[in-house]
């Protein structure tokens, strides 16, 4: 069935260092690719979204491309703040309509 | 407009308790659907509802009953609770149709302790 592998994390950044969390899924067909934010004691956002190949998604200086050739989706943010500390969650939408989700990764920007 | 709203936000049961967590929507979606989040696991699909009176099955749906008689409420059903059910529980909304890129809209989250 579909799946999403993300980085493990907890990813431990200085304020204004590059951010990168890997994404990869497994599905059949084209799947629609979405990073969720969920900020501390929260529910889940959404973040930025990609519904087919090369599709670029960006919101508040984060972007990620949907790379059909490596199945990937992977998060990047050029300079992060303290306020982007949160978990990040990868999702795709399959062809059953069902979103499945990464189980998260952990980030931690300090001052 | 609310959003997507959950009832209670905390819970403390016993084992072998019964109880229903609460999830309404007032954006006319379609597609609702109950999520688990536990530690190092991610969100994990319970039970889901493509409309009024039909549900289906998610991951992890076992301890779990759902039912769906309007558009706007979807309460997830514990039977009988067990320490394994402890939990934080995520309630989300989203329009149906062809379009691939219906945002899922989340509740806060019901956070639920069973000793």
């Known amino acids: 069935g579909d799946s999403v592998t993300q980085m493990e994390g907890p990813v431990t950044l200085s304020e204004e260092a590059f951010l990168t969390i890997n994404c990869t899924y497994t599905?059949?067909?084209?799947?629609?690719l979405f990073w969720y934010v969920q900020y501390p004691g929260e529910g889940l956002q959404l973040l930025l979204k990609a519904t087919k190949a090369d599709d670029k998604g960006s919101n508040k200086g984060f972007e990620a491309t949907y790379r059909k050739e490596t199945t990937s989706f992977h998060l990047e943010k050029g300079s992060v703040q303290v306020s982007d500390s949160a978990v990040y969650f990868c999702?795709?939408?399959?062809?059953?309509?069902?979103?499945?989700f990464g189980k998260g990764t952990r980030l931690h920007i300090l001052p | 407009n609310a959003g997507v709203t959950q009832t209670p936000k905390f819970q403390v049961l016993k084992t072998g308790q019964s109880m229903t967590l609460q999830c309404a929507q007032d954006?006319?979606?379609?597609?609702m659907s109950w999520y688990r989040q536990d530690p190092g696991m991610g969100l994990r699909l319970i039970h889901y509802s493509v409309g009024a009176g039909i549900t289906d099955q998610g991951e992890v749906p076992n301890g779990y009953n759902v039912s769906r008689s309007t558009t706007e409420d979807f309460p997830l059903r514990l039977l009988s609770a067990a320490p394994s059910q402890t939990s934080v529980y995520f309630c989300?909304?989203?329009?149906?149709?062809?379009?691939?890129?219906?945002?899922?809209?989340f509740g806060p989250g019901t956070r639920l302790t069973v000793t």
């Open positions: 999702a795709l939408r399959g062809r059953d309509d069902k979103i499945i």
């Open positions: 954006m006319n979606h379609e597609y």
């Open positions: 989300a909304s989203r329009g149906a149709g062809a379009g691939p890129s219906y945002e899922q809209y």
């Open positions: 599905a059949t067909g084209y799947p629609s």
